[in-house]
């Protein structure tokens, strides 16, 4: 079985620029779930999604915004690029996601803010 | 909300020395999951546990999660090399309707293992 892509895996943008990544989950996985992930404030959850719908979001800026295809493939948006937007972008899949179900993690989308 | 604290947030063994990450939090969970990520890589999911007292072993490996489910602890024997990497714990954050699709990490404990 192949494992979570994402793309594009590294991206340079400028300050105030908008970005989209995109995260396709193992076959047959039905949850997507987004983490911001910096040295400072470790893993931290963005959004999750389950059927095209968002189930739950977390404590970040409306310029955050996801959503997720028929297919399970999901992107993430991020509007308006800040400096401090720079950190790696990670989607997980899951069969049916919420906490009790293992989470696949892809390799990352690494952004830097310039 | 509810938090999952870990700790140490570092630890700096010689190979063959035992090493051990805790992790609490300030709810009662209803499971615990715990996550490795090597240098450069992404996480992994190692394990879940679901019972009170819970105590569950891979190899070299044990996880307990503790009898009233607020703290569990990742035990590792003789480190390796291999064991080089970030172990996180992760728990759920009930929200008000009662669901647990969040995942809530703590920050990770780096173990880094001298050969």
């Known amino acids: 079985k192949a494992g979570v892509t994402q793309t594009p895996r590294y991206l340079i943008k400028t300050r105030g620029q908008q970005v989209t990544l995109s995260c396709s989950p193992i076959?047959?996985?039905?949850?997507v779930s987004w983490y911001q992930q910096t040295p400072g404030q470790g893993l931290q959850f963005l959004f999750e999604?389950?059927?095209?719908?968002?189930?739950n979001k977390g404590n970040f800026p409306g310029r955050f915004s996801g959503r997720q295809f028929s297919n399970s493939r999901s992107e993430m948006n991020v509007s308006t690029l800040e400096l401090g937007d720079s950190a790696l972008y990670l989607c997980?899949?899951?069969?049916?996601?919420?906490?009790?179900?293992?989470?696949?993690f892809g390799p990352g989308t690494r952004l830097t803010v310039t | 909300g509810q938090q999952v604290m870990q700790i140490p947030q570092y630890q700096h063994v010689q190979e063959g020395e035992d090493f051990t990450t805790y992790c609490n939090s300030s709810?009662?969970?209803?499971?615990i999951q715990w996550y490795k990520q090597r240098p450069g890589g992404h996480p992994v999911f190692l394990i879940q546990?679901?019972?009170?007292?819970e105590v569950k072993k891979q190899k070299r490996l044990t996880f307990q999660f503790g009898e009233a489910k607020k703290n569990s602890s990742l035990h590792i024997t003789a480190t390796q090399t291999t064991d080089v990497g970030t172990y996180f714990c992760?728990?759920?954050?009930?929200?008000?309707?009662?669901?647990?699709?969040?995942?809530?990490f703590g920050k990770g404990t780096l173990l880094t293992v001298n050969p």
């Open positions: 997980a899949s899951s069969l049916y996601g919420g906490s009790s179900y293992e989470q696949y």
């Open positions: 076959s047959g996985h039905r949850s």
């Open positions: 999604y389950f059927s095209e719908t968002q189930r």
């Open positions: 709810t009662t969970l209803s499971n």
């Open positions: 546990l679901v019972k009170s007292g």
């Open positions: 992760a728990g759920p954050e009930n929200n008000s309707g009662g669901s647990n699709y969040k995942l809530t």
